[in-house]
């Protein structure tokens, strides 16, 4: 795929129906729920089928099922998945090929979960929207800046809903509230962390190949790759330790940046980077791994709600913000580390075991957060957009205005995707792809910046291309493997 092919993807979408919707969405212009249509759409349940029905996916097409869906066809490489969902569901149709599932079952179902690692989501979730399917797939939205690009322009051609997996999403509306009563005043800094990852990161070599289990289809394994490299079958990959492998996953920004600062990319349109910078605190730049602990800084433009701009902060691996740089953090820090100790204690007496309080409890920053530091307020809120608590400044103003927040952050995440569908409107999901491919596209940037520590990286928006490092644009494209090759799509 070439850069004129790459290029012009962004452009395309910006001049369509789709950049009314993510500047609207992204600048958090009312778009809270209605009610007006629900009667079109009352007693219609929404066809799917699960493609990846193990772990997320299970959990995903459970809430969908409970959202108003109804299940007829699942999917996955591993057969072993099906035994939960054969008895709930006894002879649900099953497959490990999902373009075979396509070819039989396809005019049986009008949307897809697609809850696939990393590497798969872009090209599965394309092929299923040319056949005329909506999408909602597993965060992050795919694995490179192109992959999302492909997926915006197929959206708008086929006209098929997608949304991406950041259930926590309906909880910005909480921060739109506290930005629009202007309780933060200017947004000086914002720094988003995660205690991930939670699997093997920090590899200098792939496994060595392993046979590849018994109960597997002929072409499990190269469905399980699809367009990413096949370095053989290894328990190292497949299940679940496949995020922390530069090839198949996104590491620990790709899995909880996707929620934790979900709420500052939507409540401030951050939109794209225009400079990147990592540090992996001596492992060096990333190669066949994601490192066991990083810090990425992102600089961001100026538009309405940052004039000045903004740096965002991400960090990850036990590395979380400096307790005593940060107004007020330090005390919440200590009122959060007792609240810790008094779960554990109520937990030991409800189990029947003993609980020894320690002689000393130190200040503890939570495992996974944001905060906004503004020149009026300081906030700092928990993953999947929950509530932020003001830790210095006016408390009163920010819990009025959280309060206003929290009656239009009710609504469900997973009942938004199915109504978009039955009415056939692509902006109507909070997380739809408008938004959903410009915030992961941003955490895709900042990957790229771990294969070049100690280096800041310009980032073009228009171009979509690193301008002052060519080398790094080649982590920006979109791969392929044989036939899985997006220009057959």
């Not at 909506?134 to 490179?144: C, E, M």
């Not at 914002?190 to 792939?206: F, H, L, N, T, V």
């Not at 307790?323 to 609240?339: F, H, P, R, V, W």
Request: glycine share 10%.
């Amino acid at each position: 795929m070439n850069k004129m092919q790459f290029a012009p993807t962004r452009r395309s979408f910006m001049t369509g129906i789709g950049a009314f919707g993510l500047s609207l969405g992204a600048f958090g212009v009312d778009l809270a729920p209605q009610d007006a249509f629900k009667g079109k759409i009352a007693g219609r349940r929404l066809k799917i089928a699960a493609i990846g029905c193990g772990g997320m996916g299970r959990g995903a097409t459970e809430s969908l099922i409970s959202a108003g869906c109804d299940l007829v066809a699942i999917c996955d490489i591993d057969p072993s998945m099906f035994d939960y969902w054969e008895k709930k569901y006894p002879g649900i149709p099953k497959f490990t090929d999902y373009r075979k599932m396509l070819k039989a079952m396809g005019d049986k179902f009008e949307a897809v979960q697609v809850g696939t690692p990393d590497h798969t989501h872009a090209y599965i979730s394309i092929d299923c929207m040319n056949a005329g399917k909506h999408v909602y797939v597993q965060k992050p939205l795919a694995r490179t800046v192109e992959e999302c690009e492909l997926m915006l322009k197929t959206s708008l051609r086929t006209g098929r809903v997608v949304q991406m997996g950041n259930q926590g999403h309906p909880g910005v509306w909480r921060y739109k509230a506290m930005r629009d009563a202007g309780v933060w005043g200017e947004i000086k800094e914002i720094y988003s962390w995660s205690d991930r990852p939670i699997w093997p990161q920090g590899m200098k070599e792939y496994a060595k190949p392993e046979p590849i289990p018994a109960h597997f289809a002929p072409d499990s394994w190269d469905c399980w790759c699809g367009p990413s490299a096949d370095h053989g079958y290894s328990s190292a990959y497949h299940r679940f330790k496949w995020r922390g492998w530069w090839d198949y996953g996104c590491g620990a920004i790709g899995d909880m940046a996707v929620h934790n600062a979900d709420p500052a990319f939507w409540t401030f349109a951050l939109g794209l980077p225009t400079k990147v910078a990592a540090d992996t605190y001596g492992e060096g730049p990333v190669g066949v791994a994601y490192p066991k602990k990083s810090r990425i800084e992102m600089s961001f433009a100026a538009n309405q709600w940052i004039p000045n701009g903004i740096k965002l902060v991400w960090t990850d691996g036990g590395i979380k913000p400096d307790m005593k740089s940060i107004a007020g953090l330090e005390a919440y820090a200590a009122t959060y580390a007792a609240s810790e100790e008094a779960r554990k204690a109520r937990k030991a007496k409800k189990e029947g075991k003993p609980y020894t309080a320690p002689a000393r409890i130190d200040p503890l920053v939570p495992t996974n957060g944001l905060i906004v530091v503004g020149s009026k307020a300081t906030t700092i809120g928990g993953s999947h957009a929950a509530n932020p608590v003001c830790i210095a400044g006016d408390k009163d103003a920010c819990a009025a205005a959280l309060a206003k927040g929290n009656a239009a952050a009710k609504y469900s995440h997973y009942r938004e995707f199915v109504e978009a569908c039955l009415i056939g409107d692509l902006e109507k999901c909070g997380s739809k792809l408008s938004y959903a491919a410009p915030l992961t596209e941003a955490l895709l940037i900042g990957c790229v910046a771990l294969r070049y520590t100690g280096a800041e990286l310009s980032f073009d928006a228009k171009k979509m291309c690193f301008s002052n490092h060519a080398a790094a644009n080649a982590f920006l494209k979109a791969p392929k493997r044989g036939d899985w090759d997006f220009t057959r799509l």
